[in-house]
């Protein structure tokens, strides 16, 4: 089998590398080899020059505050550029995987939502990722489409790695504590990938949107303190005294973007769907320090 990976030097493309390539011949691009999710016209070419039967999709526009006032760029990149790639893996009978994110909702309530409910995003970055995964579906492509969370890996930029950077370098950190999520390993999202598209393949009826996050949910806050704990322990030279990491609320702390105050996310379908569990979020957060600490 043919496997296409695009963005592969994202946090999530450099886990997928490892976790796809034992399903066959596997193809990976970032955008400076063909695969430009800016350029429509080169990444249709380099799709039907690859001919895939798997395309996994792990490029996006991240930059959620910058894309407030870049909107066109998150537009085409997350939204547009999915579309195309719906479009031509409908044409080639590929499987096309897909990320999305907990920022498509609104964030109001306590509970955890499921994939049937209600958007609304508040952000241009969450406006574009709901816009690519309605493309994809209406598309009508066989497709696997998997909304996360916090992103986090070894490799890469991320929440975690800025709260211990800024651990070494200041005496008081402000956190926010009303925002409410999973921290989700890329390493875990891409055996979930493995594992889901390999399943979806040899029966196509379990495709479609699903909720992929990991166990557990804490606050920003917390995940921020718990990080800094560990490093401590590890022997990092850490400023921040534990309670000098403060808890505030999303008012004092203002962004271009609005983020959603509840982002928890139900897993019940996937793990009903594809009989798979998903750890507590602690675990690979655990292993993430051990590997960028050593
Ligand atoms: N990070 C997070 O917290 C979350 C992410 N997600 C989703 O998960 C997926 C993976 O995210 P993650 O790995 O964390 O993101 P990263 O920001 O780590 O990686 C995104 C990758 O996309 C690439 N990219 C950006 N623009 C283009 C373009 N025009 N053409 C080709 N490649 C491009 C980037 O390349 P370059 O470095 O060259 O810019 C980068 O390698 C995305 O769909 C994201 O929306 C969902 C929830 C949370
Ligand atoms: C740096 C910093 C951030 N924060 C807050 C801002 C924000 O609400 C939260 C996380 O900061 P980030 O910059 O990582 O936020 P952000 O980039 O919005 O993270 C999001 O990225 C996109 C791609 C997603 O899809 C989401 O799931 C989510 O992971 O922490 C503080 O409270 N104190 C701080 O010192
Ligand atoms: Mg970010």
Redesign the pocket.
Known sequence: MKILL?????????ELQRALAPLGELVAL???EG?????SEQ?IATVRAVAPQLIV???????VDKAESDAA?AQ???AI?PGLLAREAKALGALLV??????VFDGSGDQPRDETAATGPLSV?GAS?LA?EQAIAASACQHLT????????AR????AKTMLRLAGEREQLKVIADQIGAP?G?DL?ADLTAHMARATLANPQLGGLYHAVAGGQTSWHAYASHVIELARQRGQAIKVAPDQILAIPTSEYPTPARRPLNSRLSTAKLQQAFGLRLPEWQTGVERMLVEVLG
Do not use: C, E, M, P
């Open positions: 695009l963005g592969k030097n994202g946090q999530l493309g450099w970032d955008r400076s695969a430009d999710l800016a350029n990444l999709n792990a490029a996006a526009y991240t930059a760029a085409q990149i997350n550029a897909h990320y999305s994110t907990d920022y970055y990722k690519g998997l909304r996360t969370s916090w992103v986090y890996a890469g930029g991320n929440f989700t890329a999202l």
